[in-house]
């Protein structure tokens, strides 16, 4: 299993910008699948965007296309967000989660708070 850290959340006015990183623990990390996801307040977590183990594909939740970017670097084990034109509901709680398929994440972070004020 891979062992995940996320940082970079914080609070941000709408039109704002943050990134996120997702720093990686155990020798699997470059062969895993990391997806980012996000909970709001009272609803189910859902998945935000992800990345093969690769980084040649990228696959994103159409709320965020065009505005989110996720990368990895497999030298540093460290996955990224990058956030942009972020919006109020853009607000929530942000996990990292590797997995070996993009439907098998077995390791989870413990989460980053985003918050976005209008």
């Known amino acids: 299993q891979v062992q995940l850290v996320e940082s970079g959340g914080g609070l941000v006015q709408a039109g704002g910008s943050l990134r996120l990183s997702c720093a990686a623990s155990g020798r699997t990390f470059s062969r895993s699948v990391i997806g980012w996801f996000r909970q709001a307040p009272g609803k189910e977590r859902k998945f935000v965007a992800r990345i093969s183990w690769s980084g040649s594909l990228t696959y994103y939740a159409d709320s965020v296309k065009g505005r989110f970017t996720i990368a990895r670097d497999n030298a540093k084990n460290k996955a990224l967000l990058q956030m942009n034109s972020l919006k109020v509901e853009d607000t929530a709680v942000y996990y990292c989660?590797?997995?070996?398929?993009?439907?098998?994440?077995?390791?989870w972070g413990q989460g980053t708070q985003v918050t976005v004020s209008s």
């Open positions: 989660a590797a997995g070996s398929t993009s439907t098998n994440y077995d390791s």
